[in-house]
């Protein structure tokens, strides 16, 4: 199986945080692809670099295709899942979003609240919720200031502020999400900490990859 990572920002360094965590994730039949975006934000932080993100994602896709094989499925390594509804459009092997993913995984406990970075995905993933039909199953959007790459500069730091957010995130909710590429595997150190389930936006992401390209003949994920 032929797995395609997008990283709709242009941080080589994020591209290779997903290959890692994914590659750690996925068993050893998943080849693992990576595309970074040639254009765009180092890091999507605003509604402008989410919008040039979505068509960096497209770009990104097209080039992968030109010089290697059609994937067997994308991933779009984002929080936010630029480009998703629009690559969708474009080819018909499976394209899933970490956000997608991650909230139709949170949805299946309850109702959930998200833990993520920088202020302005708040009302950005609010929207997308309710696009993807989470909105009544969303309790609660937490952020914190550093940005997804500005936490993943310092994991020690960002796991010890991020693991206190989640404990006011878990109050009356079923399931906690840490969103964010730049957050990949810190939830693992956070978990034990809270008496709810938590998710790691990109773990949830690539297994629902390899699902959706184990079975190829369902109808795409909306």
Not at 26 to 49: C, K, L, N, P, Q
Not at 106 to 132: D, E, N, Q, Y
Not at 166 to 192: F, H, S, T, Y
Request: proline fraction near 5%.
């Amino acid at each position: 199986m032929e797995l395609l990572i997008i990283n709709p920002n242009t941080s080589v360094s994020m591209t290779e945080t997903l290959r890692r965590h994914v590659g750690a994730t996925v068993d050893a039949t998943v080849t693992v692809h990576t595309a970074t975006a040639r254009f765009g934000a180092s890091y999507i932080a605003s509604e402008t670099g989410f919008a040039v993100a979505g068509h960096a994602t497209l770009d990104a896709y097209a080039v992968h295709c030109v010089e290697h094989a059609e994937p067997d499925a994308v991933l779009i390594g984002c929080f936010g899942d630029p480009g998703l509804w629009a690559l969708r459009e474009l080819t018909s092997r499976p394209v899933i979003g970490l956000a997608e993913a991650a909230m139709r995984e949170a949805a299946r406990h309850g109702r959930f609240a998200i833990v993520t970075g920088g202020a302005a995905w708040k009302p950005m993933l609010a929207r997308l919720a309710g696009s993807l039909g989470y909105a009544d199953a969303l309790a609660a959007i937490h952020v914190v200031a550093p940005s997804g790459a500005e936490l993943a500069a310092d994991p020690a730091a960002a796991v010890a502020l991020l693991r206190g957010v989640c404990r006011e995130a878990e109050a009356g909710v079923d399931c906690v999400i840490l969103g964010g590429a730049g957050l990949a595997g810190m939830a693992a150190a956070i978990a034990p900490a809270l008496r709810v389930p938590l998710i790691d936006s990109v773990t949830a992401g690539a297994r629902a990859a390899v699902e959706a390209a184990a079975a190829p003949t369902a109808a795409p994920i909306r």
